[in-house]
């Protein structure tokens, strides 16, 4: 158990929805990532947050919206969804904003647009 | 997007057996990062590398991050069946943007 959290652990949604995927860092961490990995794409890095803020942005669409709130909880949120969309999504934290040197990933979110 | 070039796709190799996997990109990264990632699992960061040049291990781990700061390579040394699973590379840019490669899938067998 890495300590970091994410719910649902399954969603199956049609297209054209929109979903929310919740990320609980582990305790002390204040960054949070989100990562997309699927069978054509591979691995992807979406964005990330630190403290509240963003703090860099990768290969996530503009249907694609993410936040970091005060209880450093992150939410992404997937918008106008297709069958593409389908995939893994992972969460990580780590303790720093800048280089990693530990990063701790949740189990993922697997998405399955219909 | 963009992703690195990591070789082999995947390797048999037998238990005891030394390992070795590279990445190369036509980018520059500021930070080097090795994962590896079990069935239904998510990935765990193994080694990172921050200088170009710079050699790190972990237990039987070995990461190199290449002095054109373009590539690197994973040795795993004796290796052991537990060390099954699916190594990534990635690469950091100075923005913190960060490119995965494909992955090598490693099986060993005992």
């Known amino acids: 158990d890495s300590g970091v959290t994410q719910t649902p652990k399954h969603l199956i949604t049609a297209t054209g929805q929109r979903v929310t995927l919740r990320c609980s860092p582990r305790?002390?961490?204040?960054?949070v990532y989100w990562y997309q990995q699927s069978l054509d794409q591979g691995l992807q890095f979406l964005i990330q947050y630190y403290n509240g803020e963003e703090r860099a942005k990768g290969n996530i669409l503009e249907r694609f919206s993410a936040q970091q709130f005060p209880d450093l909880h992150s939410e992404l949120n997937l918008s106008s969804l297709e069958l593409g969309d389908s995939a893994l999504y992972f969460c990580?934290?780590?303790?720093?904003?800048?280089?990693?040197?530990?990063?701790?990933f949740g189990p993922g979110t697997r998405l399955t647009v219909l | 997007g963009q992703q690195l070039n990591q070789s082999p796709q995947s390797m048999f190799i037998q238990e005891g057996e030394d390992v070795s996997m590279n990445c190369t990109s036509s980018?520059?990264?500021?930070?080097w990062l090795w994962y590896k990632q079990d069935p239904g699992e998510g990935p765990v960061l193994l080694i990172a590398?921050?200088?170009?040049?710079e050699l790190t291990s972990n237990g039987r781990l070995t990461a190199q991050f290449g002095i054109t700061r373009k590539d690197s390579f994973l040795n795993i040394s004796a290796s052991i069946p537990s060390d099954v699973g699916i190594y990534f590379c990635a690469g950091q840019y100075a923005n913190n943007d960060m490119r995965f490669g494909a992955g090598t899938r490693l099986t060993v067998k005992p």
């Open positions: 990580a934290s780590s303790v720093v904003a800048g280089a990693i040197n530990t990063q701790y």
């Open positions: 305790s002390g961490d204040l960054s």
């Open positions: 980018s520059i990264f500021n930070t």
């Open positions: 590398l921050y200088k170009a040049g």
